[in-house]
């Protein structure tokens, strides 16, 4: 991978997945390109849901797999945990006490997970119960970092966790020194990594959580939709002569 001059870190579900045709131009542009292209997903989905979108979207096999909304780092094509990442997440974690909170609000419903990395939610309220919920982990002093996004999903996650921080880890220890970044997103839960200044896409069927992100140089709104606004973003920033 640090061999790699060029990556795409993309989140998948209404990003780089959801028209098939579309996900096929992009790998063949990558495959006929005069460089070679790390690809990193960054998704909220958990490991095994994320095989499962990679086999029924027949998605290529990503050289990182970031997921749970950056909580864990995977090595492919095995699947293999980066355990310094793990380590990190687990300093000051305390998932009994967010739920011990969340008790408290009963317009937030948990969602099933397989590990408590992270612990999710779905609003059924409004979004009142969500600066409430935050302002309640605050005054108990729980280290968290939460996530609001899609307009009713709630991800508290450990401290120093997200999608930006994730990627940026990944950046520092695998990618190519000067590597060439595009990163990809459609919902709140991308705006940590879209909002750093890396070159960036907000692809064009978006949820309307990210028209609030403030314009940067590197920042491309896409017309097109899914893998076809990723599609007209990397040749905006990276044309045939890149």
């Known amino acids: ?9 993309t989140d998948l579900d209404n990003t780089l997945a959801g028209n098939d045709s579309d996900v096929r131009d992009l790998i063949t542009l990558f495959q006929n390109a005069p460089y070679d292209v790390a690809l990193v997903y960054v998704t909220g989905r958990h490991a095994e849901s994320v095989r499962q979108l990679i086999s029924e979207a027949s998605l290529p096999i990503p050289d990182l797999v970031i997921s749970d909304v950056g909580t864990k780092v995977w090595h492919m094509p095995d699947w293999q945990e980066d355990l310094l990442w793990s380590k990190q997440m687990g300093k000051g974690w305390q998932p009994e006490r967010v739920l011990e909170t969340a008790s408290g609000f009963p317009g937030l419903h948990r969602q099933k997970l397989p590990e408590d990395c992270r612990i999710s939610f779905t609003l059924e309220d409004g979004i009142d119960t969500v600066n409430e919920f935050k302002d309640a982990l605050c005054a108990k002093h729980i280290p968290h970092h939460l996530v609001f996004s899609s307009n009713n999903d709630v991800d508290v996650l450990p401290r120093g966790s997200g999608k930006g921080n994730a990627l940026e880890y990944v950046i520092q220890q695998f990618a190519h020194p000067s590597v060439n970044l595009l990163v990809a997103g459609d919902s709140g839960n991308d705006t940590d990594m879209l909002s750093r200044g890396w070159p960036s896409v907000i692809v064009g069927n978006a949820y309307e959580e990210l028209k609030g992100i403030p314009d940067h140089p590197n920042l491309y709104r896409a017309s097109r939709h899914y893998a076809g606004g990723i599609y007209e973003a ?5 044309g045939a002569s890149n």
């Open 1 to 9: 991978m640090k061999l790699k001059t060029h990556m795409l870190a």
């Open 234 to 238: 990397w040749q905006h920033f990276y």
